[in-house]
């Protein structure tokens, strides 16, 4: 939900809420207000009654409302005594309307001629239904117009306001690392937005100096590690061939290189591992996975005939993914490896590509599942693998988590699998750097 929308939602409930509570407080004093009134009209009407009937003895035989709108009957001077002026709401039966009818009564006494009446006084009183009727209707028409006005308010005069932000959030959803120029500020008077250039771009200056400095160490450690390791093996190797070495010295050269294989074996991964992480393979294409597949199924041609193992590429659909094309390639190739290192002779891959993603399913050596929240850690190793660098998975899941594909995996009817979907919900949303 967009931040208009939700300031309009909260201010529309909190706008409701306002003006039920004021429609509740406005019809309780308006009701007290018009008993008032009515009381004193009735007040005034009963003075106007006990001095009329001090001269026309003729009124005080009115012992029914009839068409007036009050009643006199003589009562004895005890009684009399005990009569105080009270009004209250009560119903009174209207012929002409042939039913009861809300009234305000007003009962007191006087005195005429030296005896004593009872004299009660009615008026017609606000029909409270047919005021919280049209109490309700304005109430939902000034809301109507209140949300009216809010809402062309937001469109109009908060669109403007937040311009400045939407711009950040434009330069922040586009900012990539190793680019230039870095950030554009946004053109404001605010203070706060003013403060959050500020903030903005001095993180990202870090963020930029720091991404410049890993990428600088990455570079200087991939060849300062990496020359003297590749020449130190070339050196043992022509040792070795020279045939001068005795059998034990040359199975101790054997073994160092080997070892030194293994090093730079090592050091390459970390350095693919740190580039992932820090986001340095910036350019990318939109890449299908089926092609990848077909590809590297003929350049595994070899190893999988002396591996002795079938593999089967299954195309139910077609996966495309916009990445850097060298990390698909990295991905799928640490897959295929990993399944068939791990198969046994004359075992299978099978290969499911589809539209949302792939799945690899190998038989294995291990016929128990593997620990599946250790196994895409770093340098995880089953005990009986060797030569490995316990890096490849822990490439997988960088490269996966880069671009948001999900890497899981399973362990079923004796057969391992690797599932790589687009998305952590299946979605597929692409993934913006930042």
């Known amino acids: 939900m967009k931040l208009l929308n939700h300031t309009l939602l909260y201010l529309s409930v909190s706008l409701l809420g306002v003006l039920g509570l004021w429609a509740v ?24 009654i006990v001095h009329r009937a001090q001269g026309d003895t003729s009124m005080l035989s009115s012992n029914l409302f009839g068409d007036k709108n009050y009643r006199i009957n003589e009562i004895s001077a005890e009684k009399a005594i005990r009569v105080l002026d009270t009004y209250k709401d009560t119903l009174i039966y209207q012929e ?9 009564l007003l009962t007191t006494a006087f005195v005429a001629n030296e005896k004593y009446y009872e004299l009660k006084i009615i008026s017609a009183v ?12 304005a109430l939902a028409a000034l809301y109507g117009v209140m949300l009216a006005s809010i809402l062309v308010v ?15 959030l434009t330069q922040l959803r586009n900012f990539k690392l190793g680019n230039t120029p870095l950030f554009k500020p946004a053109h404001t008077s605010v203070k706060e937005f003013r403060e959050l250039n500020d903030s903005l771009q001095s993180l990202l200056q870090r963020n930029s100096d720091t991404y410049l400095s890993q990428k600088q160490f990455n570079e200087n450690a991939s060849h300062e590690l990496q020359t003297p390791l590749a020449i130190s093996i070339n050196k043992l190797e022509l040792l070795a061939e020279r045939g001068a070495l005795t059998d034990e010295d040359a199975a101790t050269v054997g073994e160092v290189i080997q070892a030194l294989e ?18 340095q393979f910036a350019e990318e294409q939109k890449v299908r996975f089926n092609d990848i597949f077909q590809r590297l199924a003929k350049d595994f041609a070899d190893l999988l005939r002396f591996r002795k193992v079938q593999i089967q590429l299954l195309e139910e659909g077609g996966f495309e993914k916009q990445m850097n094309y060298a990390l698909a390639e990295i991905l799928v190739v640490n897959l295929l490896k990993n399944a068939i290192v791990h198969n046994i002779p004359g075992g299978t891959i099978v290969i499911t590509v589809s539209n949302s993603g792939f799945n690899i399913e190998n038989t294995g050596d291990a016929s128990e599942p593997l620990d599946e929240e250790k196994m895409f850690n770093r340098f995880y190793k089953r005990s009986a693998e060797s030569g490995s660098t316990g890096l490849g998975l822990a490439i997988v899941k960088a490269i996966a988590g880069l671009y ?6 399973s362990f079923g009817t004796g057969k391992h699998r690797f599932s790589i979907q687009a998305g952590d919900n299946g979605t597929g949303q692409e993934r913006k750097h930042s």
Do not use: C
Not at 128 to 135: F, M, Y
């Open 404 to 409: 948001h594909l999900s890497a899981h995996y």
């Open 262 to 279: 293994s090093l730079k074996r090592l050091n390459k991964a970390l350095l693919l591992l740190s580039k992932i992480e820090n986001q």
């Open 154 to 168: 937001n469109n109009f005069v908060l669109k403007k306001i937040w311009k400045p932000f939407h711009y950040l």
């Open 96 to 104: 002409r309307l042939e039913q009861h009818a809300p009234v305000r």
């Open 126 to 137: 606000i029909n409270k239904a047919d005021l919280i009727r049209k109490l309700f209707l």
């Open 25 to 48: 407080v406005f019809y309780f004093f308006m009701l007290q207000e018009v008993k008032e009134t009515v009381d004193d009209g009735l007040t005034n009407y009963k003075m106007f």
